[in-house]
Structure formats: structure tokens, C-alpha cells
Nanobody, 123 residues
Framework: QVQLVESGGGLVQAGASLRLSCAASGRTFSSYAVGWFRQAPGKEREFVAA????????YYADSVKGRFTISRDNAKNTVYLQMNSLKPEDTAVYFC????????????????WGQGTQVTVSS
């Protein structure tokens, strides 16, 4: 497993952009799929985006398609989530998760999780 630390959250106005980072420790991070999830108050955690270990394939929730972009830099052991055209409904704590098994990441059962970073979008 790897240790994950998210950063980049904050308070922004609707229409603004933020870039979240998920920094990992561990030599094998480049072989892990990584996903972003979010949880709003009173709601269940939901899938946002995922990327394969190579970065060749990405997956998005319908609610963020066209606005969010997931990418990775394996040399820096970091995965990014570029969030554009933010909406108030994007307000949540954002978590990254990693696992060597891609299916576990997409299913939300990845075995490594970060502590989360708060994103608040005001209207």
C-alpha cells in the first residue's frame, strides 16, 4: 500500500477553477490506479474520476465530465484533479484512493486513502 496526502482545496466562487493534488509515498505508486472521490455533508461518498497506472485511460462521473480532468505524473508520485467551471454542488471533501487493482479503485474499495481536502464553492 501507499500513503496518500491530498492538497489544493479551498473556498472559491462558482465558475472558478482549482487543482487538487494527491501525493503518494512508496516506490510502487506508478503501478497503482488512482481515483478521486468526494463526500458532501449528509451524502454518501461518490466517485469523481479515476486514472490507470499508465495514465492511458481515464474515467469520469457524468456530473463532472467536460469540467474536471484527472492526470498523473509518476516521476513526482502525484495525481492531479483539475476542476474547472466549479459549481456550488461540487462542494465536498475530496479524497484520493489508490490500489494496484483498478477495479477496486473505481468501485471505491481501494486499500489506500488520503485524509481528504475541503472544496467549497460559493454561489
Amino acid at each position: 500500500q501507499v500513503q496518500l496526502v491530498e492538497s489544493g482545496g479551498g473556498l472559491v466562487q462558482a465558475g472558478a477553477s482549482l487543482r487538487l493534488s494527491c501525493a503518494a509515498s512508496g516506490r510502487t505508486f506508478s503501478s497503482y490506479a488512482v481515483g478521486w472521490f468526494r463526500q458532501a455533508p449528509g451524502k454518501e461518498r461518490e466517485f469523481v474520476a479515476a486514472i490507470t497506472w499508465s495514465g492511458d485511460n481515464t474515467y469520469y462521473a457524468d456530473s463532472v465530465k467536460g469540467r474536471f480532468t484527472i492526470s498523473r505524473d509518476n516521476a513526482k508520485n502525484t495525481v492531479y484533479l483539475q476542476m474547472n467551471s466549479l459549481k456550488p454542488e461540487d462542494t465536498a471533501v475530496y479524497f484520493c484512493a489508490a490500489d494496484a487493482a483498478q477495479r477496486r479503485v473505481v468501485a471505491g474499495t481501494g486499500r489506500s486513502w488520503g485524509q481528504g481536502t475541503q472544496v467549497t464553492v460559493s454561489s
